[in-house]
């Protein structure tokens, strides 16, 4: 794979134009594409085995008026009581609609000033395009809001259709563009990485379109996908950049060094892309359909994001030549002069038979900070180990809940009806239960007695009459809690029903439900995602560095850095420490969507960060011999990389934490966090420390298995081209680390 994609970029930089241009005929092609037949987002809750898709399937075969989507038009009046007659005439023009049956007469509120009007239909949600099912309900109802009314909608027609999100992206990018020039210099390298990672974002997002039009893809992947497609893509392009200007300073041509930084940074991106990859597979292991979505529109975007940045950024590098240097440089570039070295002072010394690069004494603060840690690895390790564990503690008390429309902003009109639910007819009518009956079956067929017990249950605040099918063989009972949907109150309710109320042959559905039921599949099914993703980067990183300790001490280092960001998110939104701050109007329970999402996505994310560090490492270890000075070097080396590419990360995810989404919020601010703590406290600190203690022993590897597994020479070093010290991979403060010499010449 090396020698391929030093073959490749080599290619790249010496037909810049050629691959520059074939990439933007891809964008072209595979955007009309979409636009031409691509399809739109849109939610579709089907948990298969539960008690909610049961009682759905139910409705479809008794009540086909009420097996479709369903709506909810509430109408508001703030100084008077509402008119009779207005409200037969919107009843009127709603039941004009295609396939709609409207519940008559409406539920007025006890002071006359509000009507709700349940509106079923008899398609599926999935069948409206874009906001159709809203701008038809809009229509039927304009008389009245000529009328000074209030009119709100609200149910699943309301609220499945992908908004838009706003300039989250725009300020993300913006950020990640003034770190990128204050890490660069130059104007041209700081775009560089954002036009690598825009491209790979416009072929994926096209993708997604298309990918809309043959299967179901939910409303919030798309904008998901985009928060992580923008981050890997700079990512991934920055160290990419990093290293191609690694190898001008050495004094390497612009072809050579674009093609060295393909071959040993590309390797590092491939198979941080590809661990990212294999991730988003074990969101299959979720078991819902509309889950996987998730995955594959990420999937989709990670994956154009890796391979445009393995072909274009050598393409734009061998394209701008010496522009990416600052002008000092360019200078004695120019004038075919290697760039001398700076504030580095190596230092030598003999360890056993070979002699061996001593931590050299460096004036970068990256250098220092490393040479510290090295100092007294042990205080290091246990004090990094006891924050992550304090950050990680809430973790214990997460509650899990699918986003509804409480929790939307104020703008939403899904989020105005329902509050006016809530103030006019209780919190509990925002989220009924739906109690399908089959009359053909004992003790089921007792629909009083039945109507009886539930109306005595504690937690129920109202039992509407019941609903009798055109057949007579099956009864529909709407029960309303005294709580609302989030409330932990209406699942302990919902479960009481099932479990110790209801007879045989009564099932529960209805929206709340299928929430309860999602939160709880997607609950049992974490630590199957968990597992499977864990023993895929085993067998990864076992692979690529040839070491079991590595491996298993990278897996555990990652479950901690997500556990610490999960006790955060509880912290922040649960327990409400930052939930208004970031836009909600309360303290709320997480959503049931994030932590398996945000686990496969950040365990991919956190292995960047480890390849690129230990890639380096095991580099200078190979060539020294030297176990405890490579951990020194290699984070020297890396850290200026590592933290420039997590502040990127972090500016982007936080953008997308002040989304009008909540899912997007959680996952934006979720992910902000894992970065920071993970490219901070675990990648700076606990890693290093941890490598310092164990010394050689970091890098042991069973005879037998070495012999089973494939061998790829991700860090191989390259043999040297200039006499001297090799500068620092970071561009950005252009000070420069030590060249260490191979083994055989320190002997």
Same mark, same amino acid.
């Given at each position: 794979?090396?020698?391929?994609l030093?073959?490749?970029?080599?290619?790249?930089a010496?037909?810049?134009?050629?691959?520059i241009?074939?990439?933007?005929?891809?964008?072209a092609?595979?955007?009309?594409?979409?636009?031409?037949?691509?399809g739109?987002?849109r939610?579709?809750?089907?948990?298969?085995g539960?008690?909610a898709?049961?009682g759905q399937?139910?409705?479809l075969e008794?009540?086909?008026?009420r097996?479709?989507?369903?709506?909810?038009?509430?109408?508001?009046s703030?100084?008077?009581?509402?008119?009779?007659?207005?409200?037969a005439?919107?009843?009127?023009q709603?039941?004009?609609?295609?396939?709609?049956?409207?519940?008559?007469?409406?539920?007025l509120?006890?002071?006359?000033d509000?009507?709700?009007?349940?509106?079923?239909?008899?398609?599926?949600v999935?069948?409206?395009?874009?906001?159709?099912?809203?701008?038809?309900?809009?229509?039927?109802?304009a008389?009245?809001?000529?009328q000074?009314?209030?009119?709100?909608?609200g149910?699943?027609v309301?609220?499945?259709?992908?908004?838009?999100?706003?300039?989250?992206?725009?300020?993300?990018?913006v950020?990640?563009?003034?770190?990128?020039?204050f890490?660069f210099?130059?104007?041209?390298?700081?775009?560089l990485?954002?036009?690598?990672?825009l491209i790979?974002?416009g072929?994926?997002?096209?993708?997604?379109?298309?990918? !809309? +039009?043959?299967?179901?893809?939910?409303?919030? @992947? &798309?904008?998901i996908?985009?928060?992580?497609?923008? %981050? $890997? =893509?700079i990512?991934?392009?920055?160290?990419?950049?990093s290293?191609?200007?690694?190898?001008?300073?050495?004094g390497?041509?612009?072809r050579?060094?674009?093609?060295?930084?393909?071959?040993?940074?590309?390797?590092?991106?491939?198979?941080?892309g590809t661990?990212?990859?294999a991730?988003?597979?074990?969101?299959?292991?979720?078991?819902?359909?509309?889950?996987?979505?998730f995955?594959?529109a990420t999937?989709?975007?990670?994956g154009?994001?890796?391979?445009?940045s393995?072909?274009?950024v050598?393409?734009?590098?061998?394209l701008?030549?010496?522009?990416l240097?600052?002008?000092p440089?360019? !200078? +004695?570039m120019?004038?075919?002069?290697?760039? @001398? &070295?700076?504030?580095?002072?190596p230092?030598?010394? %003999? $360890? =056993?038979?070979?002699?061996?690069l001593?931590v050299?004494t460096?004036?970068t603060?990256?250098?220092?900070?490393?040479?510290?840690?090295g100092?007294?690895?042990?205080?290091?390790?246990?004090?990094?180990?006891?924050?992550?564990?304090?950050?990680?503690?809430?973790?214990?008390?997460?509650r899990?809940?699918?986003q509804?429309?409480?929790?939307?902003?104020?703008s939403?009109?899904?989020?105005?009806?329902?509050?006016l639910?809530?103030?006019?007819?209780?919190?509990?009518?925002?989220?009924?239960?739906?109690l399908?009956?089959d009359?053909?079956?004992?003790?089921?067929?007792?629909?009083?007695?039945?109507?009886?017990?539930?109306?005595a249950?504690?937690?129920?605040?109202?039992?509407?009459?019941?609903?009798?099918?055109?057949?007579g063989?099956?009864?529909?009972?709407?029960?309303q809690?005294?709580?609302?949907?989030?409330?932990?109150?209406?699942k302990?309710?919902?479960?009481?029903?099932?479990?110790?109320?209801?007879p045989?042959?009564?099932?529960v559905?209805?929206?709340?439900?299928?929430?309860?039921?999602?939160?709880?599949?997607?609950a049992?099914?974490l630590?199957?995602?968990?597992?499977?993703v864990?023993?895929l980067?085993?067998?990864?990183?076992t692979?690529?560095?040839?070491?079991l300790?590595?491996?298993?001490?990278?897996?555990v280092?990652?479950?901690?850095?997500?556990?610490?960001?999960?006790?955060?998110?509880?912290?922040?939104?649960?327990w409400?420490?930052?939930?208004?701050?970031?836009g909600?109007?309360?303290?709320?329970?997480?959503?049931s969507?994030?932590?398996i999402?945000?686990?496969?996505?950040?365990f991919g994310?956190?292995m960047?960060?480890?390849v690129?560090?230990?890639?380096?490492v095991?580099?200078?270890?190979?060539?020294?011999?030297?176990?405890?000075?490579?951990?020194?070097?290699?984070l020297?080396?890396?850290?200026?990389?590592?933290?420039?590419a997590?502040?990127?990360?972090?500016a982007?995810?936080?953008?997308?934490?002040?989304?009008?989404?909540s899912?997007?919020?959680?996952?934006?601010?979720?992910m902000a966090?894992?970065?920071?703590?993970d490219?901070?406290?675990?990648?700076?600190?606990l890693?290093?420390?941890t490598?310092?203690?164990?010394?050689?022993?970091?890098?042991?590897?069973?005879?037998w298995?070495?012999?089973l597994?494939?061998?790829f020479?991700?860090?191989?070093?390259?043999?040297?081209?200039?006499?001297g010290?090799?500068?620092?991979?970071?561009?950005?403060?252009a000070l420069?680390?030590?060249?260490?010499?191979t083994?055989?010449a320190?002997a």
């Open positions: 794979m090396r020698t391929f030093h073959r490749i970029g080599g290619a790249a010496a037909h810049p134009k050629r691959v241009a074939g990439w933007l005929v891809i964008l092609a595979v955007a009309t594409l979409s636009v031409l037949v691509g739109t987002p939610d579709v809750y089907e948990v298969p539960s008690q898709q049961a399937d139910f409705l008794h009540f086909a008026d097996a479709g989507t369903d709506a909810r038009v509430i109408i508001h703030t100084d008077k009581p509402l008119d009779s007659s207005d409200l005439q919107v009843s009127d709603l039941r004009q609609l295609h396939g709609v049956s409207v519940v008559d007469p409406p539920r509120s006890a002071d006359g509000t009507a709700l009007i349940p509106v079923h239909y008899r398609i599926p999935t069948d409206f395009v874009g906001t159709e099912g809203i701008d038809a309900l809009k229509s039927a109802t008389a009245v809001q000529t000074g009314l209030q009119v709100e909608f149910g699943q309301a609220e499945n259709f992908a908004a838009p999100s706003g300039p989250t992206e725009i300020v993300g990018i950020v990640a563009l003034v770190i990128l020039l890490a210099g130059t104007v041209i390298a700081a775009g990485p954002l036009a690598v990672a790979g974002l072929i994926g997002s096209s993708l997604i379109t298309i990918m !809309a +039009a043959v299967t179901d893809v939910s409303t919030t @992947a &798309p904008t996908a985009t928060m992580v497609g923008i %981050g $890997v =893509g990512d991934y392009a920055l160290l990419l950049a290293r191609h200007i690694e190898g001008l300073r050495s390497l041509s612009i050579e060094a674009a093609a060295q930084a393909n071959g040993s940074a590309g390797v590092s991106v491939v198979f941080a661990t990212v990859l991730s988003l597979l074990g969101l299959r292991l979720a078991g819902l359909p509309l889950y996987a979505s995955g594959f999937l989709a975007i990670v154009a994001v890796m391979l445009t393995v072909t274009l050598p393409a734009l590098c061998g701008a030549g010496y522009r240097l600052r002008s440089e360019r !200078a +004695a120019a004038a075919r002069q290697p760039l @001398a &070295p700076r504030h580095t002072r230092q030598r010394r %003999g $360890v =056993g038979k070979h002699r061996a001593a050299t460096t004036a603060l990256t250098g220092r900070w490393a040479a510290q840690i100092r007294r690895p042990w205080r290091w390790a246990l004090g990094s180990l006891v924050v992550l564990l304090l950050l990680a503690a809430p973790v214990v008390n997460m899990t809940w699918p509804d429309a409480g929790i939307q902003p104020d939403n009109t899904s989020r105005r009806a329902y509050d639910i809530a103030a006019e007819y209780g919190p509990g009518a925002n989220g009924p239960l739906l399908t009956v009359t053909q079956q004992e003790p089921a067929a007792d629909v009083p007695g039945l109507i009886s017990r539930i109306s249950e504690p937690g129920v605040a109202a039992v509407a009459p019941p609903v009798i099918s055109p057949a063989d099956a009864t529909l009972i709407v029960v809690p005294t709580t609302g949907p989030q409330d932990e109150a209406t302990q309710l919902l479960g009481r029903l099932r479990s110790e109320v209801l045989p042959g009564v099932l559905t209805g929206l709340t439900a299928f929430y309860a039921d999602v939160s709880a599949h997607l049992s099914r630590w199957v995602v968990i597992a499977f864990v023993c980067s085993l067998i990864l990183l692979t690529i560095f040839r070491s300790v590595v491996a298993i001490k990278a897996a280092m990652n479950l901690l850095s997500i556990a610490a960001a999960y006790g955060v998110m509880v912290a922040v939104f649960q409400g420490w930052g939930a208004v701050a970031l909600l109007p309360y303290a709320v329970p997480v959503s969507w994030v932590p999402l945000m686990f496969t996505i950040l994310l956190s960047d960060y480890q690129f560090l230990l890639s380096r095991r580099e200078d270890w190979l060539a020294t011999g030297d176990a405890h000075g490579s951990v020194i070097r290699g020297t080396s890396t850290g200026r990389v590592i933290t420039s997590a502040a990127i990360m972090v982007v995810f936080i953008g997308f934490a002040f989304d009008a989404d899912t997007v919020k959680m996952m934006g601010f979720g966090v894992a970065v920071f703590i490219a901070s406290i675990v990648r700076m600190v890693v290093p420390a490598m310092s203690l164990l010394g050689s022993a970091n890098w042991w590897l069973p005879a298995l070495d012999r597994l494939p061998t020479d991700i860090d191989k070093p390259y043999p040297a081209t200039t006499v010290w090799e500068p620092e991979t970071v561009p950005d403060l420069h680390a030590p060249r260490h010499r083994a055989e320190n």
